[in-house]
């Protein structure tokens, strides 16, 4: 790997957000850890946390990890992100023994486009006002997503976008679903001359919800608000020559960001948190 290069980049934090009401503040990023652009390892704990009684949690720790990898075939940089929150409590209404956001990613030595799996991610014992209810993953969890070959992004392959305008058919079959929903998760990758990216979710269903409307992997919850589940956003950067191949041109970053639960509050409370955040956007050079 003499000719090239990685620079890592891996973060996670386990909550960060904007109040209103019934407290206006803003929820600074608690338990936030930046893997340094050399790799390594960091990881980080916090013991348990609570603001007002709007919310807590028990325990949480996040890590981060990169690493050259030259055995072969698998020549290439590793690197993972892990964020965690146990004894999870919003407003009452929310509650979960364990929520794990997990990304890991193999940036291949020829090539820009990385191989991505989301394999520890997971919800355990997730409740609505103290019911249970049940959140189904991707069948294929661990939600390996299919390597492009040629350096195809993620935003314009086949076999990915086909997933993703199946969970857009479950949220657009669901009755009333609201307008921004259909806007905000069009099966569509959005384009510029900067970047391009896609937006979708890991859960493909959710069951024995006790009231309120599911909209695929949105739950609403009336006097509380939107709760949006396992939330991934693939974002490719960097447009010009392929190292490779100087006459083709190639996204050279990739961005993965999963939201484990994102907050659309309104009513009882207002304002909006993420909880459970790993990111990844490594790149290789040149």
Same mark, same amino acid.
């Given at each position: 790997?003499?000719?090239?290069?990685?620079?890592?980049?891996?973060?996670?934090?386990?909550l960060?957000?904007?109040?209103?009401?019934?407290?206006?503040?803003?929820?600074?990023?608690?338990?936030?850890?930046?893997?340094?652009?050399?790799?390594?390892?960091l990881s980080e +704990?916090?013991?348990?946390?609570?603001?007002?009684?709007?919310?807590?949690? *028990?325990?949480a %720790? @996040? $890590?981060?990890?990169?690493?050259?990898n030259?055995?072969?075939?698998?020549?290439?940089?590793?690197t993972?992100?892990?964020?965690?929150?146990?004894?999870l409590?919003?407003?009452e209404v929310?509650?979960?023994?364990?929520?794990?956001g997990?990304?890991?990613?193999?940036h291949?030595?020829?090539?820009?486009?990385p191989r991505i799996?989301?394999l520890?991610?997971?919800?355990e014992?997730?409740?609505i006002?103290?019911?249970?209810?049940k959140?189904?993953? +991707?069948?294929?969890?661990p939600?390996?997503?299919?390597?492009p070959?040629s *350096?195809?992004? %993620? @935003? $314009?392959?086949p076999g990915f976008?086909?997933?993703v305008?199946s969970?857009?058919?479950?949220?657009?079959?669901?009755?009333?679903?609201?307008?921004?929903?259909?806007?905000?998760y069009?099966?569509?990758?959005?384009t510029?001359?900067?970047?391009e990216?896609?937006?979708?979710?890991?859960?493909?269903?959710?069951?024995d919800?006790?009231?309120?409307?599911c909209?695929g992997?949105?739950?609403?919850?009336?006097?509380?608000?939107?709760?949006?589940?396992?939330?991934v956003?693939?974002?490719?950067?960097?447009?010009?020559?392929s190292h490779?191949d100087?006459?083709?041109n190639v996204w050279?970053?990739?961005?993965?960001d999963l939201?484990?639960?994102?907050?659309?509050?309104?009513?009882t409370a207002?304002g909006t948190a993420?909880?459970v955040?790993?990111?990844?956007?490594?790149?290789?050079?040149p």
């Amino acid at each position: 790997m003499a000719d090239r290069t990685h620079k890592y980049h891996a973060e996670a934090t386990v909550l960060h957000g904007d109040l209103i009401h019934p407290l206006m503040q803003e929820i600074k990023p608690q338990t936030n850890v930046k893997l340094a652009e050399h790799g390594g390892y960091l990881s980080e +704990h916090a013991e348990p946390y609570r603001l007002e009684g709007v919310v807590s949690f *028990d325990r949480a %720790y @996040t $890590q981060t990890a990169g690493n050259d990898n030259d055995r072969k075939p698998e020549r290439g940089w590793n690197t993972l992100v892990t964020s965690v929150v146990e004894g999870l409590n919003i407003l009452e209404v929310v509650t979960a023994d364990r929520v794990i956001g997990q990304i890991a990613t193999h940036h291949p030595q020829d090539g820009y486009i990385p191989r991505i799996h989301f394999l520890g991610t997971r919800f355990e014992n997730l409740r609505i006002a103290g019911h249970p209810v049940k959140i189904y993953l +991707h069948p294929g969890h661990p939600y390996h997503l299919d390597h492009p070959e040629s *350096d195809t992004p %993620y @935003t $314009q392959h086949p076999g990915f976008l086909e997933r993703v305008k199946s969970h857009f058919d479950r949220i657009s079959g669901s009755e009333g679903v609201p307008e921004k929903l259909l806007e905000r998760y069009n099966q569509l990758p959005a384009t510029s001359e900067k970047e391009e990216s896609i937006e979708c979710s890991l859960v493909t269903q959710v069951e024995d919800l006790p009231f309120g409307r599911c909209y695929g992997h949105v739950i609403d919850i009336p006097d509380f608000g939107k709760i949006h589940l396992a939330v991934v956003k693939i974002t490719h950067s960097d447009y010009g020559p392929s190292h490779y191949d100087k006459n083709k041109n190639v996204w050279k970053k990739t961005f993965v960001d999963l939201k484990m639960i994102y907050l659309d509050l309104g009513c009882t409370a207002t304002g909006t948190a993420t909880v459970v955040n790993p990111i990844i956007n490594g790149q290789s050079y040149p």
